[in-house]
């Protein structure tokens, strides 16, 4: 059950803004999990009891725990009780579900028209006489942004999480932490979904993101950055190029206006003036070591350190150092970078 549970999701996720080709892909895999669970517990059956997810299997994995959490959220959303995947479900009719589902958590009309779909069965809510009411209840006991953005921001996470690439000498589970940690901390102010759904215009610049976010977090680590600083930085990080999105001929200034205009809470300013300085060469740190100006120079390094395995796959030590000699960051940086991201030379 947890491999269907995440496989719906992923669903889920794709189907909010994603492409067609990439939707049909994920039905096409959750389909085949879907029929695997199938072949031994003859159905797949997910509903919603007092508010949490329910399946036909007790024990669904603490792996699914974010999967079942975002379903049960968009299920109660969209005010469906029950879901059932019908065996001969093809991946086009499946696509089409998850669509639905998700424009139906905020129209009723959409909500309506669930129980019809083919290839799913689902059996939606009893509703009051205004089948509205219960959406915007939930509306008012949420965040002022409300149960659309709320939702976007389950899904951004999880895309982000499930679409982590694979880093040389970070484990798995700390990239992921890192991710998880970053993400919250933009989401914990007013507008920080915004840039977030902007980097999910440009699948490869929000790889990019992700893997120099990763590396700028463990490398400032190493290099004694206090934990509670890191989030910040990290999301500084993620977001450093923005500015290509926004304008490719000036994307340090593009991205310092924009990223200014959503607020003055510290975060705002630290990711502008990294989006703006990144690119500069950085050949000393300030002297408390970790100001503005030593976030963009940990940034550039790991923007230096990701091309590189972008380009080659490895990274040469010998190169990076040379950079540093050249003024590109400071070279005590260099010193901390974990061994197993350089490859032998």
Known sequence: MQRCLVALWSLLSVSHGGEETERLAVAADAVRVLGEHVAVFGEVRLAVVAGVLATDVADFGTGAVAAAHGLAATWRAAAVAEVRPKRDVTPAQLAAWAVAMVQAATSPSVRASLPGLPGVAVVLLELADDPVEPLRRLQRASEP???????????????????????????????????????????????????????????????????????????????????????????????HDLGSILDELRPGPSSFAWLLEHGTDDLWLGCALVARTWRQDHGALDEAGRGGLAAAALVRLAATIEAELRRDGRVCQDRIEAAARAGAFPAELVAVVPDAVFAEV
């Open 145 to 239: 942004r409300g149960v659309d953005s709320a939702l976007r921001s389950v899904y951004v996470q999880h895309r982000l999480i499930t679409g982590l690439p694979t880093l040389p000498g970070v484990a798995p589970a700390t990239a992921k932490a890192v991710v998880q940690m970053v993400v919250e901390r933009l989401l914990s102010l007013p507008g920080g979904l915004e840039p977030l759904m902007l980097l999910q215009q440009n699948g490869a610049l929000l790889q990019t993101g992700i893997r120099v976010a990763v590396l700028t977090v463990l490398t400032a680590r190493a290099a004694g950055w206090p934990d509670e600083r890191l989030a910040a930085l990290g999301a500084a990080a993620l977001l």
